[in-house]
């Protein structure tokens, strides 16, 4: 990359030899960041992973719209799903996997491991303040993971009570559905474990007949559905379920940004917004499974067309905190339960801890602050409030959320939408950056555009580039 070292600014994770350019990556790095130790079932819960995460995984987002490789190849709607229960071991409750497809009996070495020991745990999270009760309100939540392969998975969970087998119901522990997949799409599983918990709350045999039908499936193209035919126990008649797949485009149908911005506030999400540009670390606290991922995952959207390219936790169960002490910037959740056990001291001076409920960020003492522009966070501020005015009075709907979106895709086309009058590309096709030129031209945000620019999010995006790439925003206002 060209482009000298212009300014002096305080970078904590880069160094001043990568001033002027955008460090390259490769797949082989971002698999080397992290790998999980084997760990050492015990009876204490909170123990249950008797040797702790040493090393991160770099775990990325695989939605991205401008290289998003599932787009273009054939795989499943989903690859395993399993019941994760709760049964007693010695004085304790542990989770394990009560039912799976395939079954566990069939999987082999590396992989039956990866899931036996790293599935169980991330669907209880919560495993040492879990409680049987008479009723609860159910939970969508998901959490990310890298495979054996080194590539990206999500596993999207469903937590609910059985129903009851008496009368008055007696108290009784959740249950939680998993389903292990590379497609990021929160509305097309929630639909799936809607009619999951429906027929199992009739039978169980039911329940896992619709998932098996569902797993021979491939995932539908972007815009696309695909209809899965079973036969509903309790009618006794073959019916239909069509799962759909949003497109890049629509990247907002599956997140609520009304409620986000309702439960943090305008202020309190800007500054979230613009500490993720620069890759700062961000710790989540949230009193909900539910929240933390709702959360976590509508503001990533936001990043559009950039996508986060650290550590990337929604829900970190209590029995890996340390991963909180990650050198690398991540964005990780935790429950305000399991905040109370954490050690801030530990933390570094780049760390925000983002107290959902309270609507606050705490930083670091020797914080170093992010060079923006005042008159445009000033008038980006108030657009936020005067939207947010009109939610109160309004039930949340997609539209409310799309252009709320807009708003910020806005501030990106404004900050870095000039881009691609500064790239340029090799014999070999491979594209090159002017950072000088690209950071003065940006102006007012000259300062800020510098910094977000050396991030591995800018870089990954400008090498995602060929020579017949058009300008991200100028296709988008096309489209659109």
């Not at 015990?42 to 995460?53: G, N, Q, S």
């Not at 509305?187 to 918990?197: A, G, H, W």
């Not at 829900?315 to 991963?323: R, T, W």
């Given at each position: 990359?060209?482009?000298?070292?212009?300014?002096?600014?305080?970078?904590?994770h880069?160094?001043?030899?990568?001033?002027?350019?955008?460090?390259r990556t490769?797949?082989?790095?971002?698999?080397?960041?992290l790998r999980?130790?084997?760990?050492?079932m015990?009876?204490?819960?909170?123990?249950?992973?008797?040797?702790?995460?040493?090393?991160?995984?770099?775990?990325?987002?695989?939605?991205?719209p401008q290289?998003?490789?599932?787009?273009?190849?054939?795989?499943?709607?989903?690859?395993?799903?399993?019941?994760?229960?709760?049964?007693?071991?010695?004085?304790?409750?542990?989770?394990y996997?009560?039912?799976?497809?395939?079954?566990?009996?069939?999987?082999e070495?590396?992989?039956?491991?990866?899931?036996?020991?790293?599935?169980?745990?991330?669907?209880?999270?919560?495993?040492?303040?879990?409680?049987?009760?008479?009723?609860?309100?159910?939970?969508?939540?998901?959490?990310v993971?890298?495979?054996?392969?080194?590539?990206?998975?999500?596993?999207?969970?469903?937590?609910?009570l059985?129903?009851?087998?008496?009368?008055?119901?007696?108290?009784?522990?959740?249950?939680?559905?998993?389903?292990?997949?590379?497609?990021?799409?929160?509305?097309t599983f929630s639909?799936?474990f809607?009619?999951?918990?429906?027929?199992?709350?009739?039978?169980?045999?039911?329940?896992?007949?619709?998932?098996?039908?569902?797993?021979?499936?491939?995932?539908?193209?972007?815009?696309?559905?695909?209809t899965?035919?079973?036969?509903?126990?309790?009618?006794?008649?073959?019916?239909?379920?069509?799962?759909?797949?949003?497109?890049?485009?629509?990247?907002?149908?599956?997140?609520?940004?009304?409620?986000?911005?309702?439960?943090?506030?305008?202020?309190?999400?800007?500054?979230?917004?613009?500490n993720?540009?620069?890759?700062?670390?961000?710790?989540?606290?949230?009193?909900?499974?539910?929240?933390l991922?709702?959360?976590?995952?509508?503001?990533?959207?936001?990043?559009?067309?950039l996508?986060?390219?650290?550590?990337?936790?929604?829900?970190?169960?209590?029995?890996?905190?340390d991963?909180?002490?990650?050198?690398?910037?991540?964005?990780?959740?935790?429950?305000?339960?399991?905040?109370?056990?954490?050690?801030?001291?530990?933390?570094?001076?780049?760390?925000?801890?983002?107290?959902?409920?309270d609507?606050?960020?705490?930083?670091?003492?020797?914080?170093?602050?992010?060079?923006?522009?005042?008159?445009?966070?000033?008038?980006?501020?108030?657009?936020?409030?005067?939207?947010?005015?009109?939610?109160?009075?309004?039930?949340?709907?997609a539209?409310?959320?799309?252009?709320?979106?807009?708003?910020?895709?806005q501030?990106?086309?404004?900050?870095?939408?000039?881009?691609?009058?500064?790239?340029?590309f090799?014999?070999?096709?491979?594209?090159?950056?002017?950072?000088?030129?690209?950071s003065?031209?940006?102006?007012?945000?000259s300062?800020?555009?510098?910094?977000?620019?050396?991030?591995?999010?800018?870089?990954?995006?400008?090498?995602?580039?060929?020579?017949?790439?058009?300008?991200?925003?100028?296709?988008?206002?096309?489209?659109?």
């Amino acid at each position: 990359m060209r482009g000298s070292k212009r300014r002096e600014l305080k970078e904590p994770h880069k160094t001043d030899s990568d001033c002027g350019k955008l460090p390259r990556t490769s797949e082989t790095q971002d698999a080397k960041t992290l790998r999980l130790l084997e760990e050492e079932m015990c009876d204490d819960p909170k123990k249950l992973l008797a040797e702790r995460v040493k090393e991160l995984r770099k775990v990325r987002d695989p939605d991205s719209p401008q290289i998003s490789a599932d787009v273009r190849e054939d795989f499943p709607l989903f690859e395993f799903v399993c019941e994760v229960s709760l049964r007693r071991k010695s004085e304790n409750f542990c989770p394990y996997i009560s039912w799976s497809h395939p079954p566990l009996r069939v999987l082999e070495g590396d992989r039956l491991a990866a899931i036996t020991l790293n599935i169980p745990t991330f669907c209880f999270p919560d495993m040492d303040i879990v409680e049987p009760v008479k009723k609860m309100k159910t939970e969508t939540y998901c959490f990310v993971f890298t495979d054996l392969q080194a590539q990206n998975k999500f596993g999207y969970c469903r937590r609910f009570l059985p129903a009851s087998k008496s009368d008055p119901p007696e108290k009784r522990f959740p249950v939680v559905y998993c389903m292990v997949t590379k497609l990021r799409s929160f509305e097309t599983f929630s639909k799936i474990f809607d009619q999951v918990v429906k027929l199992r709350d009739f039978s169980s045999a039911g329940a896992y007949s619709f998932l098996k039908a569902l797993i021979e499936q491939n995932a539908p193209k972007p815009g696309k559905s695909v209809t899965v035919k079973y036969i509903n126990p309790k009618i006794g008649n073959l019916v239909d379920i069509h799962v759909e797949r949003v497109t890049a485009g629509q990247r907002f149908e599956h997140v609520d940004l009304a409620y986000v911005l309702t439960k943090l506030g305008s202020k309190l999400l800007v500054e979230i917004f613009i500490n993720l540009l620069v890759e700062r670390k961000l710790l989540f606290v949230a009193e909900s499974l539910s929240d933390l991922t709702t959360i976590i995952h509508s503001i990533m959207q936001l990043l559009y067309p950039l996508q986060w390219q650290g550590i990337y936790i929604p829900v970190l169960p209590q029995e890996i905190l340390d991963a909180t002490s990650s050198p690398v910037p991540f964005v990780i959740g935790i429950l305000k339960e399991h905040a109370k056990t954490l050690d801030e001291e530990a933390l570094d001076d780049e760390c925000n801890l983002v107290y959902i409920a309270d609507k606050r960020i705490v930083k670091r003492p020797n914080f170093t602050d992010i060079p923006f522009n005042k008159k445009f966070r000033k008038k980006f501020l108030q657009e936020l409030k005067l939207y947010k005015s009109k939610l109160v009075k309004a039930e949340s709907t997609a539209e409310h959320t799309v252009q709320i979106g807009d708003m910020f895709y806005q501030f990106m086309r404004t900050t870095i939408g000039h881009y691609s009058d500064h790239v340029t590309f090799d014999e070999a096709g491979e594209s090159d950056l002017d950072l000088t030129s690209f950071s003065d031209a940006a102006g007012d945000h000259s300062e800020f555009v510098w910094q977000l620019s050396k991030t591995q999010m800018f870089s990954s995006f400008i090498q995602g580039l060929t020579p017949e790439s058009r300008n991200v925003f100028d296709q988008i206002n096309e489209e659109g």
